[in-house]
C-alpha cells in the first residue's frame, strides 16, 4: 500500500502554458517564447499537454488576459486533468489570486518557474543562498496567498506584539531572513574579491564563458580545461560558476569561467540575486560569447545575451563572438552567415572540437601580455630555472650546447629581474 501512495504522489504534474501576443511584436516571437517556456517546465519536471496564446493590445490588469479567453482556457485545463497553469510573464500578486480562483488550480509565471529549476540545480553554498534570496523577495509581496504555509516555526506566548496578525508576522520573518541572505552573500562577494586579489598576483587574466542557456558553455568549458561540469540536453543544467586554470599554445596561463547561462525575460530580481555569480563576468578580462548558431532563433537568443550584459553593467567588455554546433550542418558553410554579421567570429564544435585550436589561438592573441624579449644562457645544473622558464615564459627558440641551454624568449617585465644573472649581454 505504501508503494502505491508513493507512486501516485510522485505522478508527473500535468501543465497548460499561456501567453499574449501584444500587437507590437511579431506573432513568431510570442509562440516561440511560449516554446522556450514548454522547455523550462519539461526541465523543471513537468508534462506540458497543451497552450493557449491570446492576442492583445497590453495585458489585462485583472487576469493578465481576457476573462472569456481565461474561462476558454479553464475548461481546456478541466478536460485535460491540468495541475498547473504557467504564465509566460510575470503576474502580479492580484492576478495570480484572480486566475487561481478562475482555473481552481496552481497557476505559476515564468519568474516562479525559473525560480523552481534554480532551486533545483543550485549546488553549493552561494548558489542556494542566491536562489533562496530571489524566492523570498519574489513571494514577500504575494504572502496574502501563502502565509499559511510560513507558519511553520512553533508560535505561541511571546512571539507576537499586541493586535498583530499572522500575515504581519510572516512578512516580518520574510524580510529578516532576506537581511540576513543579503548579509551573507555580501560576505561571498568580498570572498570573491580576495580570490581575484590572489588571482591578479598571479596576473592570470580571467575569461568567462556566457550565452544563452543550453548554448554548450559547459561542453565548451570541460571540453577546454578537463573539467567535469555537468553537461544536460536541458536549460539551465549549470548554475553554480566553476573556474579553472587553461594554458594556451603560447603557454600562457589564463582562468577559465563557466557561467548561468542567459535568458529573454530574464527577471530583474533574478540578476540582482546573482550578482555573486555575475561577479565573474563584470570582473571578466574577456567573454567568449557562445552561440549555439544551430537554434532558429539565435540573432534573438545573441541579443538577449547582450540585453543582460548590459543590465549587469558588463556591456563594454572585449568579447570573443563563438560559433558553436557547426557539427550539426552537414556542408559545413552553415556559419557563414554568421561569420559574415560578426567578423572575427570564431566557428567550431564543442563536442567535436573542430575549430578549438583556432578559438585557443585567437584567446592567445586577444589576451597577448606586455613581454620583453631576452636571450638566456642557463647552465644545465640550473634544472629549476630552465622549468621556471617553461613556466612562466613563451619559448620561442631553444639550443642546448655546451655547458648551458640557450633560449630565445618573451616573459612578463616583473620577472625580468629572476631571469637578470642569465640574459645574455653581448647581444
Known sequence: MKALISTATKRTERVFLV???LKDREAWDARESLNELAQLAETAGGQVVGDGLQRLEAPMAATYIGSGKADEFSRRCQRENV??????????????????????????????????????????REGKLQVELAQLQHLLPRLTRYWSHLSRQKGGIGMRGDGETQLETDRRRVQDRISRLEEELDLVRRQRSTQRQGRQRSLWPLTSIVGYTNAGKSTLFNTLTGAAVLEEDKLFATLDPTTRRLRLPSNQNLLLSDTVG????????????????LEEVVNADLLIHLVDISHPQA????????????????EDKPVVM?????????????AARF?????????????????LSTLLAELGNRLRPIRDFIELVIPHHEASTIARLHTVGQILERRYEGEGA???ARIPPHLRTEFEPFIRRDL
Open 19 to 21: 501567453g499574449v501576443e
Open 83 to 124: 495541475d498547473t497553469v504557467i504564465f509566460d510573464d510575470e503576474l502580479s500578486p492580484a492576478q495570480s489570486r484572480n486566475l487561481e480562483q478562475v482555473f481552481d488550480c496552481k497557476v505559476l509565471d515564468r519568474t516562479s518557474l525559473i525560480l523552481d529549476i534554480f532551486a533545483r540545480r543550485a549546488r553549493t
Open 262 to 277: 542567459f535568458l529573454r525575460k530574464l527577471p530583474h530580481r533574478l540578476v540582482e540575486a546573482f550578482k555573486a555569480t
Open 299 to 314: 540573432d534573438e537568443q545573441v541579443t538577449a545575451v547582450e540585453e543582460v550584459l548590459a543590465e549587469i553593467d558588463a
Open 322 to 334: 563563438v560559433l558553436n554546433k557547426i557539427d550539426l550542418f552537414e556542408n559545413g558553410d552553415g
Open 339 to 355: 561569420l559574415e554579421r560578426y567578423p572575427g567570429a570564431v566557428a567550431i564544435s564543442a563536442k567535436t572540437g573542430a575549430g
Open 406 to 408: 640557450w633560449f630565445k
